[in-house]
């Protein structure tokens, strides 16, 4: 498949629902990879310290332009940074979070991933979701507070594409959104497992302009499943210190080829 026809693909599919990424996503999941990763952009303050530790340190230009003291000064930055991290009061890196009881799902978490993945077999079915910590999305969790701190404010929000497979048939798939009240599922599809790509398949109305009684059993189907608001807390603090991991090996990946 072409570089330009998956573009025009994610083109078509942000035009036409919520989760542009959910194409991509479905293809990782059924070949087995990883995920896409959600674009990645904090804000200027996140409630996280890991976040709020996540800026960029001022240097002071150097006299020199040459390309040695350029690098040079860059990898004290990046140093300087990957210290201001690591060093955290408050670093999650070696916090120990267990598993909610009676977890059902296994968890893959492959290094170098932006996203995990929470799998289970159930009752001849193999359910899969890729989950995500989208930063562009955030949580509002001072909203009449009237504060100025935004670090009160603003929790970055945990997606989810969630596919339910028999081992033959068509495919259901799920794209869902976290937050402290409720797990919302965006949009719902049924997929075709020979062509999960097919060009201008229907894929139903959004799931808001469903019948109510609808969408309350399609909520029901997948709880019975595992996939439920109480997975929130646990999926959040899970994907904090998976952040921050990664966030540290990016740099220190950035310091090595700086010093090669």
């Known amino acids: 498949m072409s570089t330009a026809f998956l573009a025009a693909r994610l083109l078509r599919r942000a035009a036409t629902a919520s989760s542009p990424l959910s194409t991509l996503a479905r293809r990782a999941l059924h070949l087995g990879r990883a995920p896409v990763p959600l674009p990645r952009r904090l804000p200027a303050a996140a409630s996280s310290p890991a976040a709020a530790a996540r800026r960029f340190l001022a240097s002071q230009s150097p006299a020199s332009s040459s390309k040695a003291d350029a690098d040079e000064n860059l990898r004290r930055v990046i140093e300087s940074e990957i210290e201001c991290v690591v060093q955290s009061e408050e670093s999650l890196a070696d916090k120990c979070i267990d598993l909610p009881d009676d977890f059902p799902f296994e968890v893959i978490d492959n290094p170098g991933d932006q996203s ?100 309350k059993a399609l909520h029901r189907y997948l709880e019975t499943r595992g996939i439920k608001h109480s997975l929130h807390d646990w999926l959040y603090e899970y994907m904090m210190k998976k952040d921050e991991k990664e966030y540290v090996v990016w740099l220190k990946n950035m310091k090595e080829f700086i010093g090669n």
Do not use: W
């Open 116 to 215: 995990i993945t929470l799998k289970r077999e159930f009752a001849g079915e193999t359910i899969k979701s890729a989950v995500y910590t989208n930063f562009d999305t955030e949580e509002d969790l001072d909203e009449d507070d009237g504060s100025d701190n935004d670090k009160e404010s603003f929790k970055p929000a945990i997606q989810m594409v969630v596919t339910v497979e028999k081992s033959e048939g068509p495919i259901l798939e799920f794209d869902c959104n976290f937050n402290d009240d409720e797990l919302a599922i965006e949009n719902m599809r049924v997929l075709n497992r020979d062509d999960l790509d097919v060009e201008h398949a229907y894929e139903g109305p959004p799931f808001s302009d469903l019948d109510e009684s609808l969408q």
